[in-house]
């Protein structure tokens, strides 16, 4: 079912927000959706991995505080500019409630 949010805030993700990404990433009705593929990611490299190539992420959170879905800007694969330098990068928005991502690239 889907939600609808009348206001979105967007929460820079911090360290204390780990362990909810974790279980989104791990869920199995969105895994494969996440940049580990559907694997299972080795939970003492989970935030290493959750911030590499990031530019900027974010969580959409609703006025009860509740987050639904994961925005995230990020640079080129390797040997190519990053998205700071180069002014592109690719966005990804997670909607964990729909269990689906969504993704621009070079803009």
């Known amino acids: 079912m889907a939600t609808e949010l009348s206001e979105v805030h967007l929460e820079p993700v911090r360290p204390e927000h780990l362990p909810e990404l974790y279980r989104w990433a791990t869920d199995l009705r969105s895994a494969f959706h996440w ?5 299972t990611p080795d939970p003492d490299r989970f ?3 959750m911030w590499s190539g990031v530019l900027c992420q ?17 640079g080129h694969g390797s040997g190519e500019p990053s998205g700071i330098t180069s002014g592109y990068h690719t966005t990804a928005w997670f909607d964990q409630n729909n269990a689906k991502r969504y993704k621009r690239a070079n803009w």
Request: charged share 10%; hydrophobic share 55%; proline share 0%.
């Open 58 to 74: 974010f969580l959409a959170t609703d006025a009860a505080g509740l987050h639904h879905g994961l925005l995230v800007a990020y």
């Open 47 to 49: 935030a290493e991995a």
């Open 35 to 39: 940049r580990f593929g559907g694997a």
